[in-house]
């Protein structure tokens, strides 16, 4: 579905867009998506089992018992003619085939990076390094977690200089439509240079 284009549910001159929220297990999806949403959030979180043990790093996220083995979908209002459809994915990585159909249609992706578990991080970034689709980086400031200078977290992840790096709080309903302003400025960057190169991005 293609969410990019005029929302004919809300009247002429209204422009709505697709944001996809990725990141590994544990990162803050479904949180970032519920700071924000003027609606109830959709969430598909299911009760962890053993059937991720030894699969899923539970560890560094004491006290998370659900994760998202579908979906999140939310909505925010940016403007008066800008809204906003936020779709999250699923974490752990044996739900990641649904992540192709998920980014169908977006227009950027925000990727969340969980600084207490960096290394979690290479697998989504090589995902959307491999995807026609703008996407920028940002850090999740948890309670407690190391703190790092944004270029140390570039060089360590191998983020190239194209790629915008923030730092964000996904509990933080300011923070994320920051980082949500970003990631739409951005795909709008990226989108005017495949026009100056004659050659647009398909959107859907």
Same mark, same amino acid.
């Given at each position: ?7 004919? /549910? ?12 990725? /990141? *590994? ?28 043990? /030894? ?7 004491? *006290? ?66 491999? #995807? ?52 739409? #400025?951005?795909?709008? #960057? ?5 026009? /100056? ?8």
């Amino acid at each position: 579905m293609d969410y990019a284009g005029s929302d004919r /549910g809300h009247g002429p001159g209204i422009i709505s867009a697709k944001i996809v929220i990725a /990141g *590994g297990f544990g990162v803050g999806k479904t949180t970032m998506v519920g700071a924000v949403s003027e609606i109830t959030p959709l969430t598909t979180e299911a009760l962890l089992t053993q059937a991720g043990e /030894g699969i899923d790093d539970r560890s560094k996220v004491p *006290g998370k018992e659900t994760t998202t083995v579908a979906m999140d979908f939310g909505r925010i209002t940016m403007a008066d003619d800008l809204i906003l459809y936020l779709f999250g994915t699923p974490g752990q990585t044996r739900f990641w085939f649904m992540w192709d159909e998920i980014i169908r249609g977006a227009v950027g992706a925000v990727v969340l990076v969980d600084t207490r578990r960096i290394s979690d991080a290479f697998a989504p970034l090589d995902y959307f390094e491999n #995807q026609n689709l703008p996407y920028m980086v940002a850090l999740n400031c948890f309670d407690g977690a190391p703190v790092y200078e944004v270029d140390e977290v570039r060089e360590a992840l191998a983020i190239s200089p194209r790629v915008p790096l923030v730092l964000t709080d996904a509990r933080r309903r300011a923070a994320v439509k920051e980082t949500l302003i970003a990631v739409v #400025q951005h795909a709008m #960057q990226a989108l005017r240079e495949e026009f /100056g190169r004659g050659t647009p991005t398909p959107v859907g």
